[in-house]
């Protein structure tokens, strides 16, 4: 298994060289160079797997024999190690119909600890084995940031620095990402919105001679590691309802969306095998991704500030994997549409490919008093506090499918974090004690305007010092 870019012009390299890579040195993403398909035989044998175990089975597929099964298996321990749930993703029943599956079990209260935690690890690994510098370099709105510094501070030969845009994110986002004392991590609080830090990133990536000179590496979900990392709950999820329910058919999961890459790993998911019936995708007010998925239009409109403040995205760095794949891996179109997007801020897709697109993906975007609404009601029905994003999901699930359908919804992040909206709904929650003590902390961080060479600035103090 090797890793070529949706561009066409890098690959094939190995699974190692992939994941140092990050964004793919032709500007476009790294994808594997074929994906496996599992036997309906291997996935019900995997049914008995543990979530730890699973990992392996997965990865094993994708690793092009470069890790030795005992380094790997160590990482992947460390990884969920630190995890509050034995099951790492557990599913809860809501009721016959809806299942959610809890990503937020791990350090920082979100689903992006899935991935990170274990691209922490990696890192470490790749910086010991191979004696090398690696400046992690992210943008965030709010969930990546924190659990990527939770995964990498203070280790040896590894630094990292993460833009968010000011004011953007929730109280404990923002707490989580600066109350680190580690000097090894530097917070950069920008000026504008998510999309200007994941530009500014995009185009510090895209300049090959500062990202060799700098050590950069990527924690973004443009990182094909990452999305590999996520695969994992979607089979995990559709076992413990097939075991649940005694039935082995399709089922659909529905997905808060910012940047696409949690789907996009569930769309995988669907291609090796993985009896996935429709994926649904839901945005809140900023639905660039449910117009696309409806009139085949990709066009970010204005930004909106809302309650689900990971997903208040626009341009979603991942759609290109997806692209790649329904314009049936044609890079040379795929290049061709992005030098579109790039010169005139909007592309289409033909007919045909749009057909394509409605028959795998349903969409429904949830604007702010539904999202608070369905909070209200899910506590008030079924005693259970959904976050805002996993709100979105839910609501999405009541709008996109029918009566007899069985649905897993993504529960993204834990209602603590986003406790701004969550009051709300007049709901008062208790907190975890991790989050309580953060409000003890003093916080760092450095404020920058939103000029790309005010945060090249900060870089040179910081990989310098
Ligand atoms: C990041 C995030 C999302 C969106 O995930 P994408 O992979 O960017 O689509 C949804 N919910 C929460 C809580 C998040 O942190």
């Known amino acids: 298994m090797e890793y070529i870019s949706t561009r066409g012009k890098i690959g094939k390299i190995g ?51 470069e890790i030795p099964e005992a380094d790997l298996k160590e990482m992947v321990a460390a990884s969920y190690g630190t995890f509050r749930d034995p099951e790492v993703t557990p599913v809860r029943r809501i009721h016959d119909g809806l299942y959610l599956l809890e990503l937020f079990h791990g350090p920082t209260f979100a689903f992006k600890d899935i991935a990170l935690q274990f691209m922490g690890q990696f890192y470490s690994y790749v910086a010991t084995k191979q004696g090398k510098k690696i400046h992690i370099l992210g943008a965030t709105s709010g969930d990546t940031g924190a659990s990527a510094i939770e995964g990498v501070k ?12 000011t004011g953007k994110v929730s109280k404990v986002q923002e707490l989580q990402m600066t109350t680190v004392r580690e000097d090894n991590v530097l917070n950069l609080s920008v000026e504008g919105n998510f999309d200007d830090c994941q530009r500014m990133i995009k185009e510090l990536f895209a300049d090959l001679d500062f990202k060799s000179a700098n050590h950069l590496a990527a924690i973004n979900s443009i990182n094909f590691v ?15 309802v097939s075991k649940a329910t005694g039935k082995w058919e399709p089922v659909n999961f529905s997905v808060p969306t910012g940047n696409f890459g949690d ?3 569930g769309y995988l998911a669907k291609r090796m095998g993985l009896p996935v019936g429709k994926l649904i995708l839901a945005t809140n007010e900023n639905n660039i991704l449910e117009r696309f998925i409806h009139e085949g239009v990709y066009m970010p409109g204005d930004f909106r500030m809302t309650y689900s403040p990971s997903m208040d995205i626009q341009v979603a760095s991942n759609f290109e994997r997806y692209l790649y794949y329904v314009l049936g891996e044609d890079a040379a179109q795929v290049n061709r549409l992005m030098e579109q997007f790039k010169t005139e801020g909007e592309i289409s897709i033909p007919e045909e490919a749009l057909r394509k697109v409605q028959s795998e993906f349903a969409a429904y975007g949830v604007d702010g008093q539904e999202c608070l ?43 603590a974090k986003f406790d701004e909206a969550i009051r709300l709904c007049g709901i008062e929650q208790k907190f975890p004690a991790e989050i309580s003590a953060l409000f003890d902390k003093p916080q760092r961080q450095t404020l920058v305007d939103g000029k790309l060479e005010d945060v090249v600035a900060e870089l040179d103090k910081f990989y310098n010092a």
């Open 15 to 65: 699974f190692i060289d992939a994941f140092m890579m990050g964004l793919a040195d032709d500007g476009g993403l790294l994808v594997p160079s074929e994906i496996p398909v599992l036997s309906e035989t291997t996935l019900k044998e995997w049914q008995s797997l543990s979530y730890q175990e699973l990992v392996l089975a997965i990865f094993s597929y994708f690793t092009n024999g």
């Open 154 to 165: 203070g280790k040896e030969g590894i630094k990292i620095c993460i833009l968010h845009p």
């Open 226 to 240: 990452r999305i590999l990392a996520q695969t994992v709950y979607y089979f995990y999820s559709y076992f413990q």
């Open 263 to 265: 789907i996009f790993a």
């Open 373 to 415: 609404d369905t909070i209200s009601d899910y506590q008030a029905k079924y005693c259970y506090l959904l976050d805002p994003h996993t709100a979105c999901g839910v609501a999405a699930v009541e709008k996109c499918t029918d009566e007899g359908e069985i649905n897993i919804s993504l529960a993204t992040a834990h209602p």
